[in-house]
């Protein structure tokens, strides 16, 4: 018998202290819905459900952005319908136009008005369709293929910039001189050499000779939608070892070659986030819709009637095969909502399988903790 030390009572209290730790970790566990509640609750599951978790709500923002995709879609498409319809109309002007058996100047006129009307409300649509600020069928909306300055175009045509137009050409100990390009467009790699060696024989050195004395322009088509453009030194006078030099004044030039192509440059708008990660976007371009850019800026039907319904029916084309690329995007939209939505269920499903609580099992942890706690209260009395 122990008078100092009541080890049953000890012993009861420890075990008390330690059920009652329980029965408020399981009260904190119904009361919140969580099993995790602190990460001291499951380190590592904490870990995996914050991942999850963080995962499954940028996924809901995803949705929320691909339904934005589908809005702005609809909205440039609803645009272009109308657009569909004044160039249909305009067609049919220019058909009725043609038929110059019956129509004559008065009747041509006529339908010259309309025409004029009906381009200038395409001009409005295509300056008043907007998202929010943002323009669709300016030409800026997306990733767009622009011109690099100077010489910038596919094989089949470049075009001169001014400004990029300059370069100088030194050969030898001659000082160099200053040739300067006629800005404008060159159908074919043969009339871009042409006005080459022009410029070059338009310019002398300090001896009076022109500088086509010594080099001559040589322009090749490479055949993969690129020119390429040389200075070659001229027959005898590469005999004195003159060297050829061509230095860029302009940004026409690079060394002693000129490349035509084209180089991308970024618009604005046009990128969809669609999934949690930084590189799970679409993208998207809308090319302008200008009646320059249509092909039909200079459409007259009372005077040129067969030439309009040519331009017409090209504007046509460009422009249903741009709706066409709307519609497969909106369907692109569509699919890509319908899969995040299957993901982020899943992804759910996993999170609440680790941080949830299991109402039933955590119930009976609860009524556990409770018949122990007025247990262990009676029998600490009963030590005492």
Do not use: C, P
């Amino acid at each position: 018998m122990r008078i100092n030390q009541n080890i049953g009572a000890i012993n009861a209290y420890r075990n008390l202290t330690g059920t009652g730790i329980e029965f408020n970790k399981s009260l904190e566990k119904l009361s919140s819905g969580f099993r995790i509640n602190r990460a001291a609750d499951d380190a590592s599951g904490l870990v995996m459900s914050e991942g999850l978790r963080s995962q499954v709500s940028g996924l809901r923002v995803a949705i929320r952005n691909s339904q934005d995709g589908i809005s702005v879609v609809q909205t440039a498409e609803g645009a272009l319908t109308e657009v569909h319809s004044i160039l249909q109309r305009m067609r049919d002007l220019s058909v009725q136009a043609a038929n110059t058996g019956s129509a004559d100047t008065t009747a041509r006129n006529a339908a010259q008005a309309e025409v004029s009307q009906l381009s200038a409300e395409i001009t409005r649509i295509t300056a008043a369709t907007k998202f929010g600020v943002q323009k669709l069928f300016d030409g800026n909306f997306g990733v767009q293929a622009a011109a690099t300055a100077g010489v910038a175009a596919a094989a089949s045509a470049g075009s001169i910039a001014a400004g990029g137009n300059v370069f100088t050409v030194a050969v030898g100990g001659l000082a160099a001189v200053t040739v300067t390009l006629t800005a404008g467009t060159y159908a074919t790699a043969a009339a871009l050499e042409t006005e080459l060696n022009r410029a070059l024989a338009a310019s002398t050195f300090s001896t009076a000779l022109s500088v086509s004395t010594y080099v001559t322009a040589r322009v090749s088509d490479n055949g993969d939608g690129y020119w390429t453009t040389n200075l070659r030194a001229n027959g005898a006078n590469a005999a004195a070892g003159a060297s050829l030099t061509t230095t860029a004044t302009g940004t026409a030039f690079s060394n002693r070659n000129l490349s035509v192509g084209t180089s991308a440059a970024v618009g604005s708008g046009g990128v969809f986030q669609v999934g949690a990660g930084s590189t799970d976007t679409i993208n998207i371009s809308i090319g302008s819709m200008s009646l320059a850019s249509l092909g039909i800026g200079a459409v007259d039907v009372s005077t040129s009637a067969a030439t309009a319904i040519t331009s017409i029916d090209a504007a046509i084309s460009s422009v249903s095969t741009t709706r066409g690329d709307m519609g497969a995007k909106q369907n692109r939209f569509e699919h890509t909502i319908a899969n995040i939505s299957v993901t982020m269920e899943n992804l759910a499903a996993s999170e609440s399988r680790i941080r949830d609580t299991d109402m039933a099992q955590e119930m009976t942890m609860f009524t556990r903790h409770q018949i122990m706690t007025q247990a262990g209260t009676a029998m600490l009395a009963q030590a005492n």
